[in-house]
């Protein structure tokens, strides 16, 4: 099994590269399945999730291939059955299944699995294809959907859900007629989504507003695309800056998408910059030497405080002179790494939804796992700034949203490696 091994203390200064966004990525290798002509998706990720769902495509009959930073995918031959073990590991597997119905007009595909993070069903999709005329039955943990062809409609999410808005919007691209998804949520990846599928030939519109209006057509011809840069990683490695102790450059960082997180880390006390509408800098002395303040978060949908930043903001506020309150309001079991920071000297406390931390006066190194993706992020975070070693166990889970992420610190002064325990 391997692990990260972290010797904290150390500044970071230099540049970081940000990545293509997984979130995006993962939804366009989806939307890729509506068309049988080739598409090329420039800047996508190296990382976990991606390949997993390059299996799920090849498992299907797609031809995938990648060329450097780039994915060529040709849906020419596409099979209606989803091969279950990826679906079992990463629930951005369920994409498919609006593209897949609307094209084929048959899916078989697993429940979805991936980080605990919480109720996380899929109704929402489910529902949204049923008011399209699918018909949806479960069978041996498999759920089959079937239609001979869709039908455009109105459809009314009961919560902004970014998975189901991005699956309906897929779907629609290829149904009969108008389909007007109200309550949409309005999350950067899905203006992407929307960017790539009109640029296919579909008829898209509202993306970034709480309507989204997709105008059915026949057929979608292939494209090249570059995938927008990770907000969430972006933001990971500002916060981690922001604790350790920097003068870190990001780029391309995309500032308009991290409003939210920028403007709670100008209340904390964090020195950050953006000399251009990509580029971010932050300096300091790290968050002891700082003093940073303590604040309330709250996660939210966009253009709320996301809530895959919200545990590595979380790390930080541990150091802060002060008790902070953190809430998610989008995934009801987030605080997961809640126990491995106490691990390390962190004072925070749980219920539901809601942590309370007050700040202590320094974390020390320890051995602790990281309990999904984001919460691994938190540990990186607090090991970059704790006295001492760590070692971080369930890098699986890193490896699912971050490229090369020793590689990158260590080049900007982190003394970060990866070993086998």
Not at 39 to 63: A, F, K, S, T, Y
Not at 118 to 139: K, N, Q
Request: hydrophobic share 45%; charged share 20%; with cysteine.
């Amino acid at each position: 099994m391997e692990a990260i091994w972290i010797q904290g203390g150390n500044q970071l200064a230099g540049n970081i590269a940000i990545y293509g966004a997984k979130n995006s990525a993962l939804k366009l290798m989806a939307a890729a399945l509506l068309t049988d002509q080739p598409c090329r998706l420039d800047n996508v990720p190296d990382i976990r999730d991606v390949r997993l769902m390059v299996q799920i495509l090849e498992g299907m009959g797609v031809q995938v291939r990648r060329e450097g930073e780039s994915l060529l995918i040709e849906a020419k031959e596409l099979g209606t059955e989803v091969p279950p073990e990826p679906v079992r590991e990463m629930r951005a597997g369920i994409q498919v299944m609006g593209p897949v119905v609307a094209r084929k007009g048959r899916i078989r595909i697993f429940q979805p699995g991936g980080c605990s993070l919480g109720p996380r069903p899929i109704d929402f999709h489910l529902r949204g294809l049923e008011a399209m005329g699918a018909r949806v039955r479960e069978e041996h943990g498999f759920i089959v959907v079937e239609a001979e062809r869709l039908r455009g409609t109105d459809i009314y999410l009961d919560f902004p859900s970014v998975g189901a808005t991005e699956n309906l919007m897929m779907a629609a691209v290829l149904a009969e007629g108008t389909t007007v998804i109200h309550n949409a949520a309005r999350e950067p990846e899905i203006g992407d989504a929307e960017k790539f599928l009109n640029q296919c030939g579909a008829r898209v519109s509202g993306a970034g507003t709480g309507v989204i209006r997709v105008e059915g057509v026949t057929s979608l011809q292939g494209t090249s695309y570059q995938v927008m840069p990770d907000r969430i990683e972006a933001a990971t490695f500002l916060i981690a800056a922001a604790a350790a102790g920097a003068d870190l450059t990001l780029r391309p960082a995309p500032v308009v998408h991290l409003e939210a997180v920028l403007a709670k880390l100008s209340q904390i006390g964090v020195d950050w910059e953006s000399p251009d509408p990509m580029t971010l800098r932050v300096r300091s002395q790290g968050a002891l030497a700082e003093g940073y303040r303590p604040v309330h978060v709250r996660a939210l949908p966009y253009p709320g405080f996301p809530t895959d930043v919200q545990p590595q903001i979380t790390a930080l506020l541990t150091l802060a002179r002060g008790t902070s309150i953190v809430t998610d309001e989008v995934h009801a079991a987030r605080f997961g790494y809640a126990g491995e920071l106490r691990r390390m000297g962190a004072q925070i406390w749980v219920e539901g939804r809601t942590a309370v931390i007050k700040g202590c006066s320094h974390l020390t190194g320890a051995r602790v796992t990281a309990p999904d993706l984001r919460g691994g992020a938190a540990l990186i975070v607090a090991a970059l700034a704790a006295e001492g070693e760590s070692l971080i166990e369930g890098v699986v889970h890193l490896d699912r949203g971050y490229a090369r992420l020793e590689e990158r610190l260590r080049q900007v002064g982190a003394r970060i490696c990866r070993l086998e325990v």
